[in-house]
T-cell receptor, first 114, second 116 residues
Framework: QQQVKQSPQSLIVQKGGISIINCAYENTAFDYFPWYQQFPGKGPALLIAIRPDVSEKKEGRFTISFNKSAKQFSLHIMDSQPGDSATYFCAATLPFKGAQKLVFGQGTRLTINP | EAGVVQSPRYKIIEKKQPVAFWCNPISGHNTLYWYRQNLGQGPELLIRYENEEAVDDSQLPKDRFSAERLKGVDSTLKIQPAELGDSAVYLC??????????????FGAGSRLTVL
């Protein structure tokens, strides 16, 4: 119930293309959906996030699409660049003991070919 | 401003040996988290501190793992004795306000543990 399922595990996209990563969840108590970006040897860093009452959020080349009825959300990276090559994690927060507990997906290793 | 500082960055030990990881959070951040990230997986929460109080340690394997955050600033995570399955990256994170934990969680670079 606390899981967030992410796909694909790995993704290769040509420079300038669109990268799409999908996530799904079951627990309707999740109330916030962030995406994290992690480069090798670094910790995850918050990239973009969305609340469940919004269907889409865009920040630069990064867009989250959220489908509450289907319990699915996705990250779209437009005009993908080699510098976007990293591992991406979707996540969801769950109210827990007076705060929010962050649950991560399994991650997608994205490679952008020049 | 320095980010979340962790040490050591890498540690290789024999099984059954003890190991400790240290974390210094961002100055002024009251909430500190320890996560474990297995190879090819997302991070999983081990423990969350509000100042010096451990408020969520439900996923900490208490038979061999311990943590402390004396004076509510830096923190130490210890494993004793280590097992082969403990090989992972141990991530520390901090946030200003636990009620906005997801929004402003800042991670350190992690400590990679290899147990032989």
């Amino acid at each position: 119930q606390q899981q967030v399922k992410q796909s694909p595990q790995s993704l290769i996209v040509q420079k300038g293309g669109i990268s799409i990563i999908n996530c799904a969840y079951e627990n309707t108590a999740f109330d916030y959906f962030p995406w994290y970006q992690q480069f090798p040897g670094k910790g995850p860093a918050l990239l973009i996030a969305i609340r469940p009452d919004v269907s889409e959020k865009k920040e630069g080349r990064f867009t989250i699409s959220f489908n509450k009825s289907a319990k699915q959300f996705s990250l779209h990276i437009m005009d993908s660049q080699p510098g976007d090559s990293a591992t991406y994690f979707c996540a969801a927060t769950l109210p827990f003991k007076g705060a929010q507990k962050l649950v991560f997906g399994q991650g997608t290793r994205l490679t952008i070919n020049p | 401003e320095a980010g979340v500082v962790q040490s050591p960055r890498y540690k290789i030990i024999e099984k059954k040996q003890p190991v400790a990881f240290w974390c210094n959070p961002i100055s002024g951040h009251n909430t500190l988290y320890w996560y474990r990230q297995n190879l090819g997986q997302g991070p999983e929460l081990l423990i969350r501190y509000e100042n010096e109080e451990a408020v969520d340690d439900s996923q900490l394997p208490k038979d061999r793992f311990s943590a402390e955050r004396l004076k509510g600033v830096d923190s130490t995570l210890k494993i004793q004795p280590a097992e082969l399955g403990d090989s992972a990256v141990y991530l520390c994170a901090s946030s200003l306000d636990f009620s906005y934990g997801a929004n402003v969680l800042t991670f350190g670079a992690g400590s990679r543990l290899t147990v032989l």
